[in-house]
């Protein structure tokens, strides 16, 4: 790959024809049209927090480095921004009053500068290195760099690494926070569309979990039919199955839970009922695994991490158990006392019995002491839920 400096260009040659869509993705240039600054590899941008996007402009202001930027030269002459998007975006946004930034407590647009401020942002140069190679050194470098201060996330290099038409058809479908869909979809997926852990969770849906692959075999083709068919699936029966929306429900496998229940009817009256109903269990420590418990027929207790009887409980219970059974000769272990072993009057340390429900918790069984009984291990294990 040849890499060239150029010192040459200013913050007034890359904001000179700058075009910014607040539709992320549509219509990125500078350099008067000769730069593309968001190419279909880039990620989204994400400096628009009054943080980030703010911090670029005070270092013009202040006269500091912005750091190296990079741009991959292309055969026709013109430039696409391989390192830099974020600020060079940032500073155009500025330069078109899309946001403020704060001077002496006072919010300033560009167009609100004194001349003098003005003219040490445009006058500004930038460090720049254009880079010349074949499309997969370009790609490798590009996921190799990790731009400083906010380094690419796994779905982001790997936009940049199957980069197409289908790439740009995806991130167009799943990664615009003005998608009328985000909210709804946000019910279930964890993360940030700017980030592209929607369009992530989508490709992990319709490939199985075999999103590298997937995406190099579509790579060049013009649609998603596919993608946006398997992904509004999954929703819609989400969403047919719950009535309710629950906090606990973003970021659990819907995928899975899809392929593996999809075929089972259910009524979503009763699994609302059972589902407040299990909510409002204060012996319930795990919320998130209600979901599919219920979709499991209720029979996976262990999904839920159902609270055990506390250390309090286990030591009145053992200490009761155990003096009733001293007085009568029996074992402190319930079973062992039915059985005909040689353990049928032994009592056993505390150390060696656990604690169990009499009635199961499944069966509606409370953690507290009066449903409480002390087993020993061996019996515990081979009780299980019965």
């Known amino acids: 790959m040849k890499t060239t400096l150029r010192t040459d260009i200013t913050v007034r040659d890359i904001c000179e024809g700058f075009v910014y869509n607040e539709l992320e993705g549509k219509g990125l240039f500078g350099l008067a049209g000769k730069l593309t600054i968001q190419?279909?590899?880039?990620?989204?941008?994400?400096?628009?927090?009054?943080?980030?996007?703010?911090?670029?402009?005070?270092?013009?202001?202040?006269?500091?480095?912005?750091?190296?930027?990079?741009?991959?030269?292309?055969?026709?002459?013109?430039?696409?921004?391989?390192?830099?998007?974020?600020?060079?975006?940032?500073?155009?946004?500025?330069?078109?009053?899309?946001?403020?930034?704060?001077?002496?407590?006072?919010?300033?647009?560009?167009?609100?500068?004194?001349?003098?401020?003005?003219?040490?942002?445009?006058?500004?140069?930038?460090?720049?290195?254009?880079?010349?190679?074949?499309?997969?050194?370009?790609?490798?470098?590009?996921?190799?760099?990790?731009?400083?201060g906010v380094p690419l996330n796994e779905q982001e290099m790997l936009n940049a690494v199957?980069?197409?038409?289908?790439?740009?058809?995806?991130?167009?479908?799943?990664?615009?926070?003005?998608?009328?869909n985000v909210l709804k979809w946000s019910a279930y997926i964890s993360g940030s569309v700017n980030r592209q852990d929607f369009l992530a969770q989508a490709l992990e849906w319709v490939s199985k979990g075999d999103v590298k692959p997937y995406m190099s075999k579509h790579r060049?083709?013009?649609?998603?039919?596919?993608?946006?068919?398997?992904?509004?699936?999954?929703i819609d029966w989400a969403s047919g199955v719950f009535e309710d929306v629950k906090t606990e429900m973003r970021g659990r496998e819907w995928g899975r839970f899809y392929e593996t229940w999809r075929n089972t009817p259910y009524d979503p009256k009763e699994v609302s009922r059972k589902l407040n109903q299990l909510y409002e269990d204060p012996y319930l420590t795990n919320r998130r695994g209600i979901f599919e418990y219920i979709l499991g027929g209720c029979k996976e207790v262990r999904l839920l991490n159902v609270r055990l009887f506390d250390e309090g409980v286990k030591k009145s219970v053992y200490e009761r158990q155990t003096r009733v059974a001293k007085e009568k000769g029996e074992s402190n272990c319930p079973l062992?006392?039915?059985?005909?072993?040689?353990?049928?009057g032994r009592i056993w340390d505390?150390?060696?019995?656990?604690?169990?429900?009499?009635?199961?918790?499944?069966?509606?069984?409370?953690?507290?002491?009066?449903?409480?009984?002390?087993?020993?291990?061996?019996?515990?294990?081979?009780?299980?839920?019965?």
């Open 350 to 386: 505390l150390k060696d019995m656990d604690a169990d429900h009499v009635t199961a918790w499944s069966k509606g069984g409370t953690s507290d002491a009066a449903n409480c009984q002390m087993l020993c291990k061996i019996h515990n294990r081979a009780k299980g839920n019965r």
């Open 220 to 234: 060049y083709r013009d649609n998603i039919d596919e993608l946006r068919t398997y992904f509004n699936s999954v």
């Open 162 to 180: 199957y980069s197409g038409p289908f790439v740009t058809l995806a991130k167009a479908e799943f990664s615009n926070s003005s998608n009328s």
């Open 39 to 148: 190419p279909e590899y880039q990620r989204n941008y994400i400096y628009a927090d009054g943080k980030k996007d703010v911090a670029v402009i005070d270092s013009l202001l202040k006269g500091y480095p912005l750091g190296l930027i990079y741009f991959n030269k292309l055969k026709d002459g013109r430039f696409e921004v391989l390192d830099g998007q974020q600020r060079i975006t940032s500073i155009g946004r500025f330069a078109t009053n899309k946001f403020a930034i704060r001077i002496d407590g006072m919010e300033q647009y560009y167009s609100g500068l004194a001349a003098v401020q003005q003219q040490k942002i445009m006058d500004t140069k930038l460090l720049i290195y254009e880079c010349e190679g074949e499309e997969p050194t370009l790609k490798e470098w590009f996921t190799t760099i990790n731009i400083a």
């Open 336 to 344: 062992c006392e039915l059985g005909h072993e040689s353990n049928k």
